[in-house]
């Protein structure tokens, strides 16, 4: 098999990172847009020792799971990976990812663990309270805002996300044509020049009432966004707070660490499990809320916090554990942003909560803080690249009968379960929930407990 050859391919199996796999002549395939069952002719685009990658040339027999794309950017935009296969196939596809991550990399056998089924997302269209746009400038000049297309920075322009509200294409639109005609110009990430940024939006799903509008940009004196800041408000009135974030590095991270606030407030508020919760720009808030109230009440199963000491690290806003703070003895939320953990504070102000206390800290490095109380649980909900071993070890090293963990990224997941495995936990149940639907990603809980 050579770059550029014309193969006949049956799809077999969809990878994690959504591609179709199929094999020709022993040699693995992989090939984005498909569906298992599939009989494709494809072109092959890069060969390896072992594998090959390939793209879609024709379809020659499609398989039953494959249904009608409705979105123009998609194979461009690197958000969806399956809006071409019906729902059904896509979160059979996601429960195997948990499964085989947990046998491959954790290597665990899987007949020891209770694996319950996915749970699905009761929405699969507009379910995001949060959108991030990056804003571009296109080759006749005109300034646009859009998607990054998968492993690249490259700005796919899109008019209107199918996982996000209808209302926040608008507001991006606007901002965008606003600040065409207050000649504001759009950030050139490759020459770092320029000042409009990206434009980040949030609202509070049980609060209607509540949105809140950042517009990230390189340089602070930009008088034209008070201007911008009033015609959006009256366009808009739904939003609530209007935030200008000012991150002047050569950086890919999207928030900088200023910020002025040019009308309304600087926060909303939403309601998760019956807890309220304050978010600010910089604050952790899962995107999907009723699959995320799903996730946190299995967390809360798992945990069985009756009477008992919760350490919840990576805690955010503190919703999850506060949202067992009434049943449990104790919760020690600790996070390394200083806005969340003020917003975690405040909400358990505003809850009359006074069995919770929260700490500013990196997870790994608690153990130098002193922790009031040996806890009896500890919850970690990690970032995509999951835990250090300092975290983990840490989390051994207080030898409490359970941990919940939760996380976006099985692969991280699986690869930390084996770790503690190693010290002295065992993995009982894993439960996979469709969090983001028609993307490649999956979230999973999984229960651990201390072997006698």
């Not at 693995?28 to 498909?34: D, R």
């Not at 071409?84 to 195997?96: D, G, T, W």
């Not at 049980?206 to 201007?227: S, T």
């Not at 554990?321 to 449990?328: F, H, Q, V, Y």
Request: glycine share 6%; proline share 5%.
């Amino acid at each position: 098999m050579n770059k550029n050859d014309l193969i006949t391919l049956e799809i077999t199996d969809i990878t994690n990172e959504g591609f179709g796999f199929g094999k020709y002549n022993g040699m693995a395939v992989f090939v984005p847009l498909t569906a298992v069952g599939d009989e494709i002719e494809a072109k092959v685009l890069k060969v390896n020792k072992s594998y090959a990658y390939a793209k879609l040339e024709k379809l020659l027999l499609p398989s039953p799971d494959r249904i009608e794309n409705d979105c123009p950017a998609f194979g461009k935009c690197g958000g969806c990976a399956f809006r071409h296969i019906s729902y059904n196939a896509e979160l059979k596809a996601k429960e195997s990812f948990v499964k085989d991550a947990f046998m491959k990399i954790g290597g665990f056998e899987t007949e020891n663990i209770n694996f319950l089924p996915i749970e699905p997302s009761d929405e699969i269209e507009r379910y995001r309270n949060k959108l991030e746009m990056p804003v571009g400038i296109n080759e006749s000049g005109e300034m646009y805002c859009g998607f990054y297309a998968q492993r690249s920075h490259r700005i796919i322009p899109v008019n209107d996300c199918l996982l996000q509200p209808e209302i926040f294409s608008e507001i991006a639109w606007f901002i965008v044509q606003k600040a065409k005609a207050l000649k504001i110009s759009a950030y050139n990430e490759e020459r770092h020049e320029g000042v409009l940024r990206h434009i980040f939006l949030r609202k509070a799903e049980n609060k209607p009432d509540g949105g809140l509008c950042c517009v990230i940009v390189a340089k602070r004196k930009v008088p034209e966004f008070n201007r911008l800041a009033r015609e959006l408000s009256e366009q808009f009135p739904q939003i609530t707070g209007i935030v200008l974030n000012i991150n002047p590095d050569k950086t890919n991270v999207i928030l900088g660490e200023k910020e002025i606030l040019l009308c309304g407030k600087a926060d909303i508020t939403d309601e998760m499990c019956g807890v309220p919760v304050e978010i600010s720009p910089k604050s952790f808030y899962q995107v999907n809320t009723k699959t995320a109230e799903k996730i946190y009440r299995k967390a809360t199963e798992f945990a069985n916090p009756s009477g008992k000491v919760i350490l919840d690290l990576y805690c955010g806003a503190g919703t999850i554990g506060l949202s067992m703070a009434k049943n449990a003895k104790k919760i020690i939320g600790v996070e390394i942003i200083p806005e969340a953990v003020e917003n975690a504070k405040a909400n358990a102000k505003r809850l009359g909560v006074q069995n919770a206390e929260f700490i500013c800290a990196n997870a790994g490095d608690t153990a130098t803080l002193g922790i009031s109380e040996k806890p009896d649980v500890i919850l970690l909900d990690p970032p995509r690249k999951g835990c250090d071993e300092k975290t983990l070890d840490f989390c051994a090293s207080l030898s409490p009968a359970r941990i919940v963990m939760i996380s976006c990224n099985p692969a991280t997941a699986a690869r930390d379960c084996k770790w503690l495995s190693e010290l002295g936990f065992r993995v009982n149940a894993v439960q996979a929930f469709d969090l983001f639907p028609r993307t490649r990603h999956v979230e999973c809980v999984v229960l651990l407990s201390r072997d006698k």
